[in-house]
Each structure stands twice: as structure tokens, then as C-alpha cells.
């Protein structure tokens, strides 16, 4: 089965970038979206954004545009998620995902059957 594992996580001062990475351990031709989630402490998981893998069409939660981007290596089978101007509030565990379906809404958690086990980021005001 295709896992997934993130990495770049960490600490950063409010206002500072951080870059999350994600790579499938295989490739699949069943792969329709990757996208990141996020869950604060006491919160529900919530959409970050995704991407569409055959034709590249981005989406994004608002409070994301404008800070985060999100894009695909191909060739790595890699998804990242570039963070910039981070604020307090995007403290979370940020989890990628994975359709293997075509899916009708990527900000619908229940729309994806892969996820990674998550990296923590912590902004500092």
C-alpha cells in the first residue's frame, strides 16, 4: 500500500516561511489528489489545500491563500507546501493526503483514503 511521510516541520517566529514536504512510497496511477490538512490542539482536522495531480488545478482553504502554495513533483512523487507570513493560528499538525478516486469537493476530509502520520508546526508570536 502506498504510504505517505511528511517532513519539514518544526518552530518558526510569526511571520517566518516554513516548506512541508510529502512523499508517496510509490507511485500510482490512482492518484487524483494530494493535499494537506491540519489539526490544532482541540480542534477538528481541518483543509489547508490540495492539488489535482493530472492537471495541476490548486485549491486553497482563504485562510491559506495568498501565504501557501501548494505543488507537485512528478518526477519525485512528492507534494509541498510552501508557508509564508506564518501566524500563531497556523500552529497544527499538518497531515497529508491522498485521493485514489476522483473526488467531487478536495476540502472534504472523508474524500481521501490515504494519510501520513503528520508534522508538527509551531509558530511563536
Known amino acids: 500500500q502506498v504510504k505517505l511521510v511528511e517532513s519539514g516541520g518544526g518552530l518558526v517566529q510569526a511571520g517566518g516561511s516554513l516548506n512541508l514536504s510529502c512523499a508517496a512510497s510509490?507511485?500510482?496511477?490512482?492518484?487524483?489528489?494530494m493535499g494537506w490538512f491540519r489539526q490544532a490542539p482541540g480542534k477538528e482536522r481541518e483543509f489547508v489545500a490540495a492539488?489535482?495531480?493530472?492537471?495541476?488545478?490548486?485549491y486553497y482553504t482563504d485562510s491559506a491563500k495568498d501565504r501557501f502554495t501548494i505543488s507537485k513533483d512528478s518526477a519525485k512523487n512528492t507534494v509541498l507546501l510552501q508557508m509564508n507570513s506564518l501566524k500563531p493560528e497556523d500552529t497544527a499538525v499538518y497531515y497529508c493526503?491522498?485521493?485514489?478516486?476522483?473526488?467531487?469537493?478536495?476540502?472534504?476530509?472523508?474524500?481521501?483514503?490515504?494519510w501520513g502520520q503528520g508534522t508538527k508546526v509551531t509558530v511563536s508570536s
Open positions: 493526503t491522498a485521493s485514489l478516486s476522483p473526488i467531487r469537493e478536495p476540502a472534504l476530509l472523508h474524500e481521501y483514503a490515504l
Open positions: 510509490e507511485r500510482s496511477n490512482r492518484k487524483y489528489h
Open positions: 492539488v489535482n495531480w493530472s492537471t495541476g488545478r490548486t
